[in-house]
């Protein structure tokens, strides 16, 4: 089922809908970050936040484990493992769970979004299908599969589930975006357009979830909602940076940005990207950025808000630096990346 799957598009940097496991991911992570990140010796606290309550649901229940008692503990257990990258743990503790309650919906949603995570892309997809076998009026789980289906350029088995959500229920915001994306694909310009507003409009920043056990890079992600953007997966991961991805296209002007210490443009096509590059320019002037440090090109580019410097340079690059968290002194050779200070 997996096919040729696309690395340009707005959804390759969104996580699986998934309530708990974004409330046990994310849960303070901004307010952490605004406290101060990089430069920190402490480890991080949403982190032990985690941690700490994992061992709570542990401790609780090798006290009173009783049969037949109700599973969501057990789910918010295997969540917590999954977040806390044990993830075989975290696999075989859904196992156990759907053994028991085979039909429970946060079971197997929160299942399906550990093997997203993971990159079990098809077995993913068969959770997610027993999901909507059980729970057909529910349109998470018609989300969560079609936005698979379109990563696999799947469009009309995708653009089916969108709009069954659609159908449940018409103001389903992820389902928006996804339509909106399938027909982006198809060339259908006018329909993207109108399901991007109703997804977007409000809703054009997300968060994905952090992995690391020290403080993060807190990263501004700016992307276009048509495609067209940079893949950034191998090297923006999971434990070194907290990622915010904005839709720079469909940004309210007035909405705070979050707390950030770099900016990176993915958006990668000048031709096909240049309403949200221009909304991207907007977004740095805000900033503070000065004019002549707003420059896009269909390359990486990474901008370090707290001197006037961009940086356009490899993957590697960019995670020798973070880790480091020093700015490295790196002239262009002739070579296509290069680091411009002034």
């Known amino acids: 089922m997996r096919g040729r799957e696309s690395a340009d598009r707005w959804y390759d940097c969104k996580s699986p809908t998934s309530s708990l496991a974004r409330t046990v991911k994310r849960s303070n992570q901004n307010a952490a970050v605004s406290r101060g990140v990089a430069g920190s010796d402490r480890l991080w606290a949403p982190r032990l936040a985690q941690e700490s309550r994992l061992r709570q649901l542990e401790d609780s229940f090798a006290r009173h484990?009783?049969?037949?008692?109700?599973?969501?503990?057990e789910i918010e257990r295997a969540v917590l493992l999954g977040a806390l990258n044990r993830r075989a743990d975290?696999?075989?503790a859904f196992i156990d769970i759907l053994r028991r309650a085979p039909a429970n919906f946060s079971a197997l949603n929160e299942f399906g979004a550990?093997?997203?995570d993971m990159g079990a892309i098809d077995a993913a997809c068969r959770v997610y299908s027993e999901a909507i076998v059980h729970h057909p009026a529910n349109?998470?789980?018609?989300?969560n599969l079609a936005n698979l289906l379109l990563r696999a350029n799947k469009h009309t088995e995708a653009r089916e589930h969108y709009e069954t959500a659609l159908r449940i229920n018409p103001d389903h915001v992820q389902a928006h975006q996804g339509l909106g994306a399938v027909l982006s694909d198809i060339g259908d310009r006018a329909g993207a357009r109108n399901h991007f507003q109703k997804g977007f409009r409000g809703n054009a920043i997300s968060s994905l979830p952090y992995r690391g056990t020290e403080p993060p890079v807190?990263?501004?992600q700016l992307i276009s909602s048509g495609g067209g953007n940079i893949p950034t997966a191998a090297f923006l991961d999971d434990g070194t940076f907290l990622t915010s991805v904005i839709v720079a296209d469909y940004l309210d002007p007035s909405i705070p940005l979050p707390p950030h210490q770099l900016i990176f443009n993915a958006i990668?096509?000048?031709e096909l990207c240049e309403p949200a590059l221009e909304a991207a320019a907007r977004l740095i002037a805000r900033t503070g950025w000065p004019e002549a440090a707003v420059t896009f090109r269909p390359h990486l580019q990474l901008f370090k808000c707290n001197s006037?410097?961009?940086a356009n340079f490899s993957g590697y690059a960019l995670s020798n630096w973070a880790r480091g968290r020093a700015w490295p002194e790196i002239r262009s050779g002739g070579g296509s990346w290069s680091v411009v200070s002034w």
């Open 65 to 73: 484990r009783v049969e037949g008692e109700a599973v969501e503990p």
């Open 218 to 220: 807190a990263l501004l």
């Open 308 to 310: 006037f410097a961009i």
């Open 114 to 116: 550990l093997l997203t």
């Open 90 to 92: 975290a696999q075989q």
């Open 139 to 143: 349109p998470m789980g018609h989300v």
């Open 268 to 270: 990668g096509d000048a």
